[in-house]
């Protein structure tokens, strides 16, 4: 089955820096990838995707890039804001109805 | 707010029982996921039900046990339950299962077997 590794498991930047947290699949027939944020108390909140058929794919401050002949994507959050601190998942799976594999999390600290 | 409810939000009971857990999906919704997720597991998928069918089964204990209804809430079944099932259960939902179909999920509700 799929497995997806992330990391690192946490990262602490200043205000202002810009922030990346990287992920690897193994299942060559995983087509979407998925990001979400998950705050303390919180469920998961899906903050962006990407399918297969894209490499980079940017949303304000957010964007993924997604490298299919490495099998690794990444997330990348510019100019940090104290409200971006939360533990972020990587996951990744052959549709997007389908189940989703998760990485292990990222705790992201984002210092005043 | 995803649109996704789940109840109730914290659940403790002792070994040996059997408890319920509750999900309604976003309206329009027709598929429905839950996923458990544990500090030493992580998240992962247990089960996915699509318009009352089960479609997808992970890693999910013979103790455990799904079932979506026509108005297409869905319950989980948790019984023998051990310490170690300890964790927090997420439900997510989406329209269908095709590729353009993102999951959200629910606020979760958190087990605690003591």
């Known amino acids: 089955g799929e497995n997806v590794e992330q990391h690192p498991s946490t990262l602490s930047v200043q205000e202002g820096d810009s922030a990346v947290i990287k992920c690897t699949y193994s299942?060559?027939?995983?087509?979407?990838f998925p990001w979400y944020k998950q705050e303390l108390g919180k469920g998961p909140q899906l903050i962006i995707d990407?399918?297969?058929?894209?490499g980079e794919k940017k949303d304000q401050r957010i964007a993924v890039t997604l490298n299919k002949t490495a099998k690794h994507f990444s997330l990348h959050i510019t100019e940090t804001q104290p409200e971006d601190s939360a533990v972020y998942f990587c996951?990744?799976?052959?549709?997007?109805?389908?189940?989703?594999?998760f990485g292990g999390g990222t705790r992201l600290m984002v210092k005043p | 707010d995803s649109g996704v409810t789940q109840t109730p939000k914290h659940l403790i009971t002792a070994t040996g029982q059997r408890v319920t857990l509750r999900c309604s999906p976003r309206?329009?919704?027709?598929?429905v996921y839950w996923y458990q997720q544990s500090l030493d597991q992580g998240l992962q998928f247990l089960i996915q039900?699509?318009?009352?069918?089960?479609?997808a089964k992970g890693n999910i204990l013979e103790r455990f046990s799904a079932q979506q209804f026509p108005d297409l809430h869905s319950e989980l079944n948790l019984s023998s339950l051990e310490l170690g099932d300890s964790a927090l259960y997420f439900c997510?939902?989406?329209?269908?299962?095709?590729?353009?179909?993102?999951?959200?999920f629910g606020p979760g509700t958190r087990l605690t077997v003591t």
């Open positions: 997510a939902s989406s329209v269908d299962f095709g590729p353009t179909y993102e999951q959200y």
């Open positions: 299942d060559s027939a995983s087509n979407y």
């Open positions: 990407i399918r297969s058929n894209v």
């Open positions: 996951a990744a799976s052959r549709n997007a109805g389908n189940m989703l594999t």
């Open positions: 309206s329009g919704d027709l598929s």
């Open positions: 039900y699509y318009n009352g069918e089960e479609r």
